[in-house]
């Protein structure tokens, strides 16, 4: 048992693509389907803990809409499970990432004074919370992955280009890129929600990185249920 659930309250859990939720699906016991703003919402249990999951759909607009909607469906806390491009060295292809803190890449509203991708208001993109992230980073490494925490800079892109991570990594000091984890952070932090965001990396979002990313995809739907299932106790 990691103590963060350990207590009452629905744990929701989010993944962009099918593949990232199909595993924690079909595991769910007692499935009971909702709609909340438009988003398909399973609530269950996971060997006993109360859960919700989700698929947002790629990028931060879905990611954004499909987190106030497991707000709104009663969601305590939140986990977004998926994969994402390393872009800091050493990381490789299967190790594990968890976000201490998000910002969107893609977002430039320095002429105004603001830091580069931050929206306003929201301090430093997202922060995660610790207690969840640090049991969601113990469940990974229970399970034999090799687990970095950092910086993940998130964006509508799906990077394939060395000199554009390179770039990622020294603006944000980041260490992996994908497309939903600071929207996500941006909401729980708006709506006071906890949130934890881990990564499997697929790539090395590089001019392989399509490639890469179609060979290890198929293995992610098993280490998503895997670690939640850790992460839960
Ligand atoms: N998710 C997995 N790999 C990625 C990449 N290279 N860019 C953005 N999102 C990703």
Not at 3 to 26: F, K, P, S
Not at 59 to 69: C, D, R, S, Y
Not at 80 to 91: E, K, L, T
């Amino acid at each position: 048992m990691t103590g963060v659930t350990d207590q009452t309250g629905v744990l929701a859990l989010l993944g962009a693509m099918d593949v990232e939720v199909a595993a924690i699906r079909a595991a769910i016991a007692q499935p009971r389907k909702l709609q909340v703003l438009g988003c398909d919402i399973t609530t269950g249990t996971l060997d006993g803990h109360p859960v919700m999951l989700a698929e947002s759909g790629i990028g931060k607009v879905n990611a954004a809409l499909t987190t106030a909607a497991m707000a709104q469906a009663g969601a305590s806390s939140l986990v977004f499970v998926g994969v994402a491009g390393a872009v800091a060295p050493g990381i490789k292809v299967g190790d594990a990432v968890v976000a201490t803190s998000l910002v969107q890449h893609d977002v430039d509203i320095t002429a105004f004074g603001h830091a580069p991708g931050v929206i306003s208001g929201v301090l430093a993109g997202g922060v995660a919370g610790a207690a969840l992230s640090d049991a969601l980073a113990s469940a990974a490494s229970s399970i034999g992955a090799t687990v970095y925490r950092g910086v993940v800079a998130s964006g509508d892109q799906f990077v394939t280009s060395a000199e554009r991570s390179a770039a990622i990594a020294a603006q944000f000091d980041a260490i992996a890129v994908e497309m939903e984890g600071a929207a996500v952070a941006q909401v729980c932090t708006r709506l006071g929600l906890p949130f934890a965001v881990l990564r499997w990396i697929s790539d090395t979002a590089d001019s392989q990185a399509d490639t890469d990313f179609g060979q290890f995809v198929h293995k992610i739907a098993d280490l998503d249920l895997a670690v939640v299932k850790q992460f839960l106790g």
